[in-house]
């Protein structure tokens, strides 16, 4: 059986105790493939009833190290859907009018409408995290910062918006490789940023704010850590997550509606005249 | 052998001379099966280029009558795709911040960034086509509108951005089935609009609209009319279209930067010490 890590609320979390190579005791990606096609369907089913009833939204928020493939996995779980009810939005240093607003703003100007789903890659959790890591605030800052993300969560959730967050967790060693592999493949050049072999050189500082952020921002919605350093089974993790996540809206296609009869016969005898 | 229309520039167009419902010569779905797998893969590989390169953009514009399946094929033809390397939307009645700027504010502002493809279900061509019918503006006015659509085309071409335009062509009866199903299957009750049945009314004049805009707006962009009574051609013949269109991007893998392999050294020399 297969276990996914979804961390209690405002408990203390050290990520060294957690394998980043952990299968949760799958031994192949053979082994949930079955289950791997039915999901998807299933996934696709339930983003039709969301956008049919329009009654809900969905924010999955993924954050991660360097490498540890935020981008990879909302392609590999999210293409399939409808384009047409999926936003996807990437954050990264933010710009000069970003930048003169709070933190939040530019993450609520695109929170998702009713009916659709949204993925961040990266999101607001920057804030608490590479802030902290250059110096940029302090540590009573991001515990002010802690609490503004806990109560914009409790916004969005009292508004029909329901939120999951992913952590994803690789080792070292492990990132060292794809920026290895990022180097030597010319077609996996483009990826590559030498920024993030600066980032790498605070790895354990990271670790400790990520820490951090796992505890305190747990409140509305848990953290999923999902052991990422083999994809398949980040990949198969995430998925279940997604489709969970749905199924727990109790989505039904919208009642059908008694008048529409009337509009048939309607129809019929007009254009017969 | 399947033959695609693309109209040719600034003639007259008549939309009666082509049938909804044909299919290029080709019998089934099944004749192009091996194709259109062939097609959503080369499709995907294009696409990576073009978020690697990140020179160009792409904008799909799609028009047609009421079921004329403007969604489903975007759906079925944009699926598959990254979803962080696609915007998709739907453009409705304006909002009053949009309807307090000119016709074209609202478009603009969803035009596509570098490495990325947009599709617009309608778009600014509504406002010289549902404005026209309901006498919201005059024809000297839409005479202007033809104008602004032809320079907004050309500013986002000079600007790295190809613009391809489909008209999705449907038949009054097709329309009606389409109408009645929306009705009856209480699954998609949800689709039906009462005032579909009203616009129905107009379709003569919208027909002649439809005309005049092929015919004017055909300048920096052609557009393609796609039969569209028959699905699986209307899906497979946009899909053509599409990967058509990116092919002619001639996207190429980004150039290796000969740096990278400098960073691989001090990677290791640095972690080794």
Chains 1, 2 share one sequence.
Request: aromatic fraction near 10%; glycine fraction near 2%.
């Amino acid at each position: 059986m297969d276990k996914q890590l979804v961390l209690p609320v405002k408990k203390k979390v050290e990520l060294t105790s957690i394998d980043p190579k952990d299968t949760g005791g799958i031994l192949s990606k053979e082994e949930v493939a079955v289950e791997t096609l039915k999901l998807k369907e299933e996934f696709q089913d339930l983003q039709e009833k969301l956008a049919a009833t329009k009654k809900k939204s969905l924010l999955f928020v993924f954050q991660g190290m360097d490498c540890s493939g935020k981008d990879g996995v909302i392609k590999k779980v999210f293409a399939g859907l409808n384009p047409q009810g999926v936003s996807s939005y990437s954050f990264k240093t933010p710009t000069l009018e970003e930048s003169e607003h709070d933190f939040l703003w530019r993450a609520h100007n695109k929170a998702p409408v009713l009916g659709h789903i949204t993925t961040f890659n990266r999101s607001y959790y920057e804030d608490v995290l590479i802030t902290r890591v250059h110096n940029m605030i302090t540590d009573k800052e991001a515990k002010r910062r802690f609490k503004d993300i806990n109560h914009f969560e409790e916004l969005l959730s009292n508004n029909n918006t329901k939120i999951i967050k992913i952590f994803l967790h690789i080792s070292k060693e492990f990132q060292l490789e794809k920026l290895k592999s990022r180097i030597e493949d010319p077609t996996k050049n483009w990826k590559f940023d030498p920024s993030d072999l600066q980032e790498r050189k605070s790895w354990k500082q990271y670790r400790k704010y990520y820490e951090e952020m796992l505890e305190k921002c747990s409140v509305v919605s848990p953290w999923h850590v999902i052991p990422s350093d083999n994809r398949w089974y980040r990949d198969y993790s995430v998925l279940k997550i997604v489709v969970e996540a749905m199924r727990s809206l109790r989505l039904r296609d919208p009642e059908p509606d008694p008048e529409l009869l009337q509009y048939l016969d309607q129809i019929s005898k007009e254009e017969s005249h």
